[in-house]
């Protein structure tokens, strides 16, 4: 069964670099969850999309913006980058009113140096 | 408000034993699902089970059970026949239906020793 996709699976960069993350939903999935998780922490939400609109914002800085496109992607987006910002990313879709179905892809793992 | 509360940051148990992890919720929305995720020290957050809110019986995934106590919200993971490979971090998450949001609580990490 296909799953969630996250690319890329690791990412270096530089202070004050950009960086984009993707994440591709299990097909008929509506809604797209993101989430940051530093060394030691539990994931901490950062941004919903349901059906291209975002529908809930979490902890999310300023220096970062996402979408999510026609085809249901999202992208993450991320300026200005901080040694803080070095984290595990996750990803999870979910169709819309069907509670159970939540599923989180691989993670993209940043390290800003 | 937190919404997802685990209070033990870690867990000890012999291999074979089970063991009960915590977590409690809080949340006002009728309809809300709970869910538990392994996360090996690979990173990736595996789903192990699910509970509606709505549902009668305790959910059950082979050795994996929720001892769902809904009006004391909380949902409690019980594995039981402990692996080694048990061995990781598990969260707790709930998910509202009316706001579409999935929380996390702070995660218990868990070892089984030989």
């Known amino acids: 069964a296909a799953g969630v996709i996250q690319s890329p699976r690791h990412l270096i960069k530089e202070k004050r670099e950009t960086a984009t993350l993707k994440c591709y939903p299990i097909p008929r999935h509506d809604t797209v969850y993101w989430y940051q998780q530093g060394p030691g922490q539990d994931p901490q939400f950062l941004i919903s999309?349901?059906?291209?609109?975002?529908?809930d914002k979490g902890s999310i800085p300023d220096r970062f913006s996402a979408q999510q496109f026609s085809d249901y992607h999202s992208e993450l987006n991320m300026s200005s980058l901080e040694l803080g910002d070095s984290a595990l990313y996750f990803c999870?879709?979910?169709?819309?009113?069907?509670?159970?179905?939540?599923?989180f892809g691989q993670g993209t793992r940043l390290t800003v140096v | 408000a937190q919404k997802i509360t685990q209070t033990q940051p870690g867990m000890f148990v012999q291999e074979k034993e089970a063991v009960t992890l915590d977590c409690t919720y809080d949340?006002?929305?009728?309809?809300?699902?709970l869910f538990w995720y392994k996360q090996p020290s690979s990173g990736e957050m595996i789903f192990l089970i699910y509970?509606?809110?709505?549902?009668?019986q305790n959910a059950t995934e082979g050795r994996y059970s929720l001892n769902f106590q809904k009006a004391r919200k909380s949902a409690n993971l019980v594995i039981s026949a402990s692996q080694l490979g048990d061995s990781a971090m598990y969260f707790c998450?709930?998910?509202?239906?009316?706001?579409?949001?999935?929380?996390f609580g702070a995660g218990t990490r868990l070892t089984v020793k030989p």
């Open positions: 949340t006002s929305d009728p309809s809300y699902g």
């Open positions: 999309f349901y059906e291209k609109m975002q529908s």
């Open positions: 998450a709930m998910r509202e239906k009316n706001n579409n949001d999935m929380r």
């Open positions: 999870a879709s979910s169709p819309r009113g069907r509670l159970a179905e939540a599923f």
């Open positions: 509970q509606g809110s709505y549902d009668q």
